[in-house]
């Protein structure tokens, strides 16, 4: 026998207890590490985590995890067959379509102190997001009527008209997002860095420019979360990422918009990679109300000469794909409209007639977010050749979402991704009732009024070929008024450490991020 076991044995039990004790301890903060999940994604900051104001991506990854809708789309899906309950259990509407009624799931808690989850907290949310002076979204919820609880495990909503999308506007995306009431009024200003809902993850830490930190919601109606915490870190430097990632100090990275990187993070041992749909459609919105941009030559100059194929290269064709309409494919309604093709001549010589012999000099407000920069610059490059000088003002991103929809911008370059129904880009982006600057505003920073007619009806059109063809005819219309040019979709890449995995496959999310819940684990 050593010496080490004859000393074992000679062990008091207390000692022996002790021992086991200490060694428990030191072993628990690898249980706990693995418990947490470390995001990092490019950006400074974050705009806002208030639901009904998110609108920066980085700010959707966040609030993708942290609510509840009354439906669902399938986690890890963007199939819209594959809508599902979530706070309500069911729902029945009336043969007009017009009266919807959902019994609500009975035991949900809000997070944090804030009490049981009831109707009131619905009918609160949805006339929350339908009021211009609290979310950006409340164009989408015009045809709501009314919104009422008969009692605290039903709701009743009764539209003015017929939605053929209603469920769409239900789901926990934009909107749809429904948060506690208690909450809302108790945080006030603080609600929109600290928000409240019923997801699987809550919000307890926020650095600015650092991170924000998660906790698992462990009253979760689903079950407590198998992930007890994720730190969401914001990391603008892309080599400070990936180096990061590849060291193991970070399991989930929102990546570059290039494809050497995918490929290169696909290369590293146990990494997954992937890009999240639905894609963002990246879109030049000219403003019409703005000389020289109000004459129709000048805008058409612009659209030829943009070379779609030349960035779609640059971006990277696993990314990316060239745009054809105004809405994205794969979304209910998209029909791929004929674009102005690139022809620098062209460009130069409508210039001309227009009495720009010269060129002219277009200002835009423009992020530091790297991949929205870098291809800015590349267009501002494909402008250059045809006479067109784009002076660039450039701000953060929370900066950059205040000030072009202040009206601040005669070009704005943005990429967004909606539910994937074309009345979504429609209303927001070219219903004139959309317009920035005015009192109904969203996110029409073209001034765009010419397919208001088509986008209305369409809305509320209860036969569904008929409504695909008022999309259709006003997808043509805007694009003949050259409002905008669709430049090209792209999908948001990322990559993660083969320890985190996902209960299904992830085909897509409309968080623009992985969908982490309760089923979500983290393996050592």
Request: some cysteine; aromatic content about 8%; charged content about 20%.
């Amino acid at each position: 026998m050593n010496k080490g076991n004859a000393m074992a044995l000679k062990m008091k039990p207390a000692s022996a207890w002790v021992c086991a004790a200490i060694a428990a301890l030191l072993a628990m903060p690898s249980i706990l590490e693995a418990q947490t999940l470390k995001v990092a994604v490019p950006g400074n900051d974050m705009a806002s985590l208030d639901p009904d104001r998110a609108t920066a991506t980085l700010d959707v990854n966040v609030v993708n995890w942290l609510f509840n809708g009354l439906v669902r789309m399938r986690p890890g899906s963007l199939d819209l067959d594959a809508i599902e309950p979530d706070l309500a259990q069911s729902w029945t509407s009336s043969p007009d379509k017009k009266e919807w009624t959902f019994k609500l799931r009975d035991g949900v808690q809000c997070q944090g102190n804030f009490g049981h989850f009831s109707a009131a907290d619905v009918v609160f949310s949805l006339k929350r997001a339908a009021t211009k002076e609290t979310s950006s979204f409340f164009a989408d919820y015009a045809a709501f009527q009314a919104v009422e609880a008969p009692d605290p495990r039903t709701v009743k909503i009764t539209l003015r008209h017929a939605v053929p999308s209603l469920l769409g506007l239900l789901v926990p995306y934009h909107g749809g997002n429904i948060v506690c009431r208690k909450a809302v009024e108790a945080l006030g200003p603080e609600f929109a860095r600290k928000p409240v809902g019923t997801g699987p993850f809550q919000v307890v830490e926020y650095q600015p420019q650092q991170f924000v930190r998660l906790k698992a919601n462990e009253s979760y109606f689903r079950g407590a979360p198998q992930i007890k915490e994720i730190m969401f870190r914001y990391m603008s430097s892309d080599s400070s990422r990936d180096l990061a990632f590849q060291t193991g100090e970070i399991d989930l990275i929102n990546g570059r918009f290039e494809d050497n990187w995918l490929k290169r993070m696909a290369r590293m041992p146990g990494a997954e990679v992937d890009v999240i749909g639905p894609a963002e459609l990246h879109t030049l919105h000219l403003n019409l109300s703005q000389k020289p941009l109000d004459d129709i030559r000048v805008r058409q100059a612009i659209a030829h000469a943009i070379d779609r194929d030349a960035l779609v290269q640059f971006r990277g064709t696993s990314l990316s794909k060239a745009a054809d309409s105004v809405v994205p494919r794969g979304f209910l309604g998209h029909v791929e409209v004929p674009l102005l093709s690139h022809d620098v001549a062209e460009a130069k010589r409508l210039l001309a007639e227009a009495g720009y012999p010269n060129g002219v000099t277009i200002k835009a407000i423009q992020t530091t977010l790297p991949a929205m920069l870098s291809t800015i610059e590349v267009v501002q490059a494909q402008l250059r050749a045809a006479g067109i000088t784009l002076d660039l003002s450039l701000v953060d991103h929370p900066t950059y979402h205040a000030q072009i929809r202040q009206d601040l911008s005669q070009l704005v370059y943005y990429g967004a991704a909606r539910f994937p129904v074309a009345d979504t880009f429609l209303t927001q982006f070219f219903d004139s009732a959309s317009i920035v600057g005015t009192p109904t505003a969203v996110t029409n920073f073209s001034h765009c009024n010419v397919a208001d007619a088509e986008i209305a009806a369409a809305r509320s059109e209860p036969d569904a070929a008929k409504q695909k063809a008022l999309w259709a005819a006003a997808q043509k219309k805007i694009v003949e008024a050259v409002c905008a040019i669709p430049l090209y979709e792209m999908g948001q890449p990322w990559a993660w450490s083969g320890k985190l995995r996902f209960a299904g496959k992830v085909e897509g999310s409309l968080g623009l991020s992985p969908p982490i819940d309760e089923t979500t684990r983290l393996d050592e």
